[in-house]
């Protein structure tokens, strides 16, 4: 069997370095990652070998995350839109022609803004703890942050930057994980975005991205309807004690698309590192049956 190795790799989209990770052959169907707050790729350092076998598997970090460039947020424009257009020239620039998206918490409104511009590129959805329904918001969890989308003050943003805290990033990491599972959340994924999200800028930058995020909510119905007209493919593989996106929110992708696969496993809202194993077999039955040129490649 052969080993797929990660290749780390960097290009420039409007001036901008993006750094990525990619693994699996060239010819293979492609399965784009997403990550979401506070992370990076880094999030899918344990699935992208898992899978890279049977896809060519591509993990950007956004603008403002990981090892990509983080222009002063006094010029740049940190909305989901504005990531979504540097997520979407990205896959032109490598040549994407049709994917399939994974895409967790922010980069569910990354990857479905992808999907509404260019409906014939997206083959099929993953999305683990990916929100697109108001009843998928946990009321206390999203309460400061609705707070500082209708009006952003001193005041309102307060709470908002415990968030950022190494508590903070560390609640989202093992909150809703058992304790016996506890053990397999190393340290070193929250202490790594912890020492990310307290560089200098980046607090005025994530502010002003969880600030726009009420542009997401504008989107919900245009990100349903596109399920409805698209049938496209979705497996939903979700962290069940998630209180930020709560279960409900994983359950209503049925609504729109009744063959939705939704799978509520029990953790929290990072799931891969408790569950890597399991949603990679979720993620290759649902992706081998879905598109079928997905075959192993020795």
């Known amino acids: 069997m052969t080993t797929h190795r990660v290749h780390h790799r960097t290009t420039t989209v409007r001036g901008h370095e993006v750094y990525y990770r990619e693994?699996?052959?060239?010819?293979?169907?492609?399965?784009?990652?997403?990550?979401?707050?506070?992370?990076?790729?880094?999030?899918?350092?344990?699935?992208?070998?898992?899978?890279?076998?049977?896809?060519?598997?591509?993990?950007?970090?956004?603008?403002?995350?990981?090892?990509?460039?983080?222009?002063?947020?006094?010029?740049?424009?940190?909305?989901?839109?504005?990531?979504?257009?540097i997520t979407n020239e990205f896959t032109e620039q490598l040549g994407l022609k049709r994917f399939a998206l994974y895409v967790q918490d922010y980069g569910a409104p990354i990857g479905l803004r992808l999907a509404l511009a260019h409906p014939d590129r997206v083959s099929a959805i993953v999305t683990q703890n990916g929100n697109a329904y108001e009843e998928g918001l946990g009321a206390e969890a999203w309460a400061p942050v609705k707070a500082l989308i209708a009006e952003r003050t001193p005041e309102t943003e307060a709470p908002v930057r415990e968030i950022y805290s190494l508590d903070g990033i560390k609640w989202q990491y093992l909150h809703g994980v058992p304790e016996r599972l506890r053990e397999l959340v190393g340290p070193d994924a929250y202490e790594r975005d912890a020492a990310d999200i307290a560089r200098p800028g980046q607090t005025e930058i994530q502010?002003?991205?969880?600030?726009?995020?009420?542009?997401?909510?504008?989107?919900?119905?245009?990100?349903?309807?596109?399920?409805?007209?698209?049938?496209?493919?979705?497996?939903a593989v979700w962290g069940g004690?998630?209180?930020?996106?709560?279960?409900?929110?994983?359950?209503?992708?049925?609504?729109?698309l009744p063959e939705a696969e939704v799978h509520l496993l029990p953790t929290?809202?990072?799931?891969?590192?408790?569950?890597?194993?399991?949603?990679?077999?979720?993620?290759?039955?649902?992706?081998?049956?879905?598109?079928?040129?997905?075959?192993?490649?020795?």
Do not use: C, K, W
């Open 23 to 85: 693994a699996g052959p060239e010819d293979a169907p492609v399965l784009l990652l997403l990550h979401g707050f506070p992370s990076s790729s880094h999030m899918f350092r344990d699935l992208i070998p898992l899978l890279a076998g049977r896809y060519r598997v591509i993990a950007p970090d956004h603008i403002g995350f990981g090892r990509s460039a983080r222009p002063d947020a006094s010029h740049f424009s940190y909305t989901f839109a504005e990531l979504a257009r």
């Open 241 to 256: 004690h998630d209180e930020i996106f709560v279960p409900a929110g994983a359950l209503a992708f049925q609504r729109d």
């Open 268 to 298: 929290g809202h990072f799931a891969l590192e408790t569950h890597a194993d399991q949603i990679a077999g979720l993620i290759d039955d649902f992706l081998g049956r879905t598109l079928p040129a997905a075959r192993p490649h020795d």
């Open 207 to 235: 502010l002003d991205l969880i600030s726009d995020y009420g542009s997401n909510f504008a989107l919900y119905p245009a990100f349903q309807e596109y399920f409805r007209t698209s049938r496209v493919p979705l497996l």
